[in-house]
């Protein structure tokens, strides 16, 4: 058996640091990501933990422009119509926020869960079945953690409707739903600071008010 | 603004390790963490992205021991309830597996997600809300990873009934789900193959068969 790693104080801090340094990034530079580096990517975001060992993430890589644009102009359908449920300043500013890097980023991925897979055998699920898709979601911090220790940042597009999207790639399985769309480069810039908060939308909650005891 | 930091090989190397060593714990030394550990975890987690930024964990400590007793009572009911949905060798296989560290783990947190929160201004959610979930589950993924640098293990229990775990750790707010319950401690034993494959419930499924191209 292999000999467990040593995790120093050097490494912790580090990890921290990869932790406030993450970010949701929309503005990317177009440059192309090295060959071999998404495949890289997604296969360390296989080492997410998932309920019973189901590994549900099913990873589409997007590269047709004709799938993308689709997506893009999904997106900015959806994104028109979110603007509606703000007035005043607060829709200037939502109309002023750059929300997805869907026209720049030179990688793309949409992610799905297999929502109906055997393997695992339904360990664990009976009682929490969304745990399935929750999977999924830990795969992808996974990726996004390991992607921006490599320089390369990732944005969440969540401003779309899953089912076109589906429908948009072809996806035949009706079991697959989508979890998330990301796009994925080199970002321009560099931030502590979540954008939302740069620019006014959502400060930071304070700790305790996330916390109760019992 | 502070500079951004430098990831070399050695760190991303680390990181790996890091996603390789995680595991889902369910043996725990009875061993208590150190003061101020479990909050400065809980306080990582935090650093999650989620939708809109709109911070929806809320994390409940539980240190009361009957509330500890009825939620294992729970855990045992619904693991039984499990245990008839197979049959045979599989049977056997499932009942001796341990699937929660419940009995010994010296700290547990019921992790919630406020699912009307207005933190955020609903920025995101409107074609996809399950990411308000999601962004719960980015935060769990972050405090899994964290703990685990400090060679603290994580344990995450789904084989529970969530209105049950809400209702004996009388959670008043109506808008609060639980995403998941964690024992947390130090493992009495690391590996780098999950528990579900060492025991042959569950391999690892092929890196090929979780990725398509469009």
Redesign the interface.
């Known amino acids: 058996?292999?000999t467990?790693?040593v995790?120093d104080l050097q490494?912790?801090q580090?990890?921290?640091?990869?932790?406030?340094?993450?970010r949701?990034v929309r503005h990317f530079k177009t440059d192309p990501l090295p060959s071999g580096l998404l495949?890289n990517l997604?296969?360390?975001a296989?080492?997410?933990?998932s309920?019973?060992?189901?590994?549900p993430?099913?990873?589409?890589?997007?590269?047709?422009q004709n799938?993308r644009k689709a997506i893009r102009d999904n997106f900015e359908a959806?994104n028109q119509?979110?603007l509606k449920?703000?007035d005043g300043q607060?829709a200037e500013t939502?109309a002023s926020l750059k929300?997805s890097g869907l026209d720049r980023a030179p990688a793309q991925v949409a992610v799905f869960c297999d929502s109906h897979t055997t393997?695992?055998?339904?360990?664990?699920?009976?009682?929490?079945p969304?745990?399935l898709?929750?999977s999924v979601?830990?795969s992808?911090?996974?990726l996004?953690?390991?992607a921006?220790?490599?320089?390369v940042g990732i944005g969440?597009v969540?401003?779309?409707?899953?089912d076109m999207i589906k429908e948009i790639?072809?996806?035949q399985q009706d079991s697959w739903d989508l979890?998330?769309y990301l796009c994925i480069g080199y970002p321009e810039e560099?931030?502590?600071v979540?954008e939302?908060?740069r620019f006014g939308?959502?400060?930071?909650?304070p700790?305790d008010q996330?916390?109760?005891?019992?």
């Not at 580090?14 to 993450?22: E, G, H, S, V």
């Not at 309920?51 to 590994?55: A, E, L, P, R, T």
């Not at 939308?201 to 909650?205: A, G, K, P, T, Y």
Request: glycine letters at 4%; aromatic letters at 12%; proline letters at 6%.
């Open positions: 058996m292999p467990p790693p995790f490494f912790q580090q990890l921290d640091a990869l932790f406030r340094w993450r949701d495949d997604l296969e360390t296989t080492l997410a933990p309920v019973g060992n189901s590994q993430w099913r990873f589409v890589v997007v590269e047709d799938c959806c119509e979110a449920d703000y607060k939502y929300l393997v695992g055998q339904g360990l664990g699920q009976k009682t929490m969304e745990t898709k929750y979601v830990s992808i911090q996974t996004w953690l390991s921006r220790a490599q320089g969440w969540s401003i779309i409707e899953p790639l072809d996806i979890v998330a560099e931030h502590d979540p939302l908060v939308w959502q400060d930071r909650l700790f996330t916390v109760l005891r019992r």
